[in-house]
């Protein structure tokens, strides 16, 4: 089992950046799948990044893609999301989420653990 905990959400204008980070417990953080998923208010949660067990292949949500950045360092057990050019539709919590399952495709899921969520709101 992990346990997920976020950091570094916040307030940012538009066009601004925020970087998201995921720590993890456990010592076997390189046998897990990453993702990072966000809940705008209203909506259903959505996919928007994810990493291989080594970091070797990543997938993004299309409104995400060439913006958001997502990489992991395994030897710390952290996960982090690099978010540029923000836009006021980004606002939402963004929550980390793990898997040991052999899961395919673009590795939107399905996730066994997650975070309990860094709020993110970008102004206009």
């Known amino acids: 089992q992990v346990q997920l905990v976020e950091s570094g959400g916040g307030l940012v204008q538009a066009g601004g950046s925020l970087r998201l980070s995921c720590a993890a417990s456990?010592?076997?953080?390189?046998?897990?799948?990453m993702g990072w998923f966000r809940q705008a208010p209203g909506k259903e949660r959505e996919f928007v990044a994810a990493l291989s067990r080594l970091g070797v292949s990543t997938f993004y949500a299309e409104t995400v893609k060439g913006r958001f950045t997502i990489s992991r360092d395994n030897a710390k057990n952290t996960v982090h999301l690099q978010m540029n050019s923000l836009k006021p539709e980004d606002t939402a919590v963004y929550y980390c989420?793990?898997?040991?399952?052999?899961?395919?495709?673009?590795?939107?899921?399905?996730?066994?653990?997650w975070g309990q969520g860094t709020q993110v709101t970008v102004s206009s």
């Open positions: 456990g010592r076997t953080f390189s046998s897990y799948v």
């Open positions: 989420a793990a898997t040991e399952r052999r899961i395919s495709g673009t590795l939107q899921g399905p996730y066994d653990y």
